[in-house]
């Protein structure tokens, strides 16, 4: 049966996605976004819609909407920017999500599903880092995300409330925001598109685990409809398990952009790790997913995305 689904951050580049997958399943969906990164145009029209801070009273959305489930990425998403302010990082990523998990407490939601980050990881342990090794972020921004994990942890404690953490590897694909910091992917595809020259920081041997946004708005929607009672720890990476270096994704973005510019060299930038690749065995062991797009197609949707979008 369908569920009434509170989107956080659904009118952002993953939360579109989501809104969207959810729909398509048969579930109702409502998106709560303050519009500061997304855009209205970016809400499904099937969706309802607040525009709310959440930073700042989201009662009206619960009581309004009345969701069974609320799934959250609404949060300041760039390492730089947390590392240039982290008090607003902190404001926003933890105190606002303290206060989306105490309204859904306060509204009888069943279920959080949260969108936590590699970022937690920082300094990992392993070449493949899985759920239960040690987090040591590397950044505010990671210090942020991985503090939410514990404030979840402690509401169902506390009150019971079912919740779930994915750690999203680096997303990509269409509608990322190509003047954002984090996604390679869209700020090169739109500077190759429009015959700009990307940097490439730290030598372009840093490795990361690229997965196409709509793997993982499959996987968030499976989560939701999975059986989680009774489980300990519900904290699963959302990833492809497969490290590429940004020189090899240029390359390739290169060829679908029908470009031969050569990347200009800069130096690292604070917070940056050299390798985060994620184990995702533990959620394919809860849900019936792997991550069904290659790096090639994601690439070639993504440019043509963005080369419609011009
Ligand atoms: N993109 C990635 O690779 C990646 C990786 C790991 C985790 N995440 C997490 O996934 C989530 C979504 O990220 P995204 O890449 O889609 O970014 P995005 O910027 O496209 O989406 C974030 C959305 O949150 C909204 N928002 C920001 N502050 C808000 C506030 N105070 N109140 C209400 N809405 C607010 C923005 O308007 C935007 O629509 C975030 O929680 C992010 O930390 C993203």
């Known amino acids: 049966m369908g569920r009434k689904v509170l989107v956080t951050g659904g009118a952002g580049f993953i939360g579109s996605h989501v809104s969207e997958e959810l729909l398509r399943r048969g579930h109702e969906v409502a998106v709560l976004d303050n519009l500061s990164g997304g855009s209205a145009s970016q809400v499904p029209a099937a969706a309802g819609f607040y ?10 959305a619960f009581e309004d909407f009345r969701p069974h489930d609320v799934i959250h990425l609404a949060a300041q998403v760039s390492v730089a920017v947390s590392m240039q302010d982290p008090e607003m990082d902190a404001r926003i990523n933890v105190l606002g999500s303290l206060n989306v998990i105490r309204a859904a407490v306060r509204h009888g ?6 969108a936590s980050s590699a970022a937690c990881y920082g300094i990992g342990e392993g070449d493949i880092l899985e759920e239960d090794m040690r987090c040591m972020p590397a950044s505010f921004y990671g210090a942020s995300k991985y503090a939410v994990e514990h404030c979840l942890r402690s509401a169902q404690q506390d009150s019971g409330l079912e919740w779930a953490a994915l750690r999203f590897a680096n997303v990509y694909g269409p509608r990322q925001d190509p003047q954002g910091e984090a996604g390679v992917v869209a700020i090169f595809a739109r500077l190759l598109l429009d015959g700009g020259k990307p940097e490439i920081f730290g030598g372009g041997e840093l490795k990361r685990d690229y997965i ?18 009774g489980r300990a720890d519900p904290v699963f990476n959302c990833s492809t398990a497969v490290g590429t270096t940004t020189n090899e994704i240029y390359a390739l973005l290169k060829t679908a952009c029908s470009s031969d510019v ?5 130096p690292w930038r604070p917070g940056d790790v050299q390798s985060l690749i994620l184990d995702n065995s533990r959620l394919r062991g809860l849900v019936d997913w792997s991550p069904g797009v290659t790096l090639e197609e994601g690439i070639s949707r993504t440019a043509a995305f963005f080369r419609d979008a011009t």
């Open 51 to 60: 525009e709310l801070d959440i930073t700042e009273s989201v009662d009206k």
């Open 109 to 114: 939601v069943r279920r959080v599903i949260y």
């Open 212 to 229: 196409f946004v709509e793997d993982v708005a499959r996987a968030v929607a499976l989560v939701l409809e999975a059986e989680l009672e």
């Open 262 to 266: 050569e990347a200009s060299a800069a």
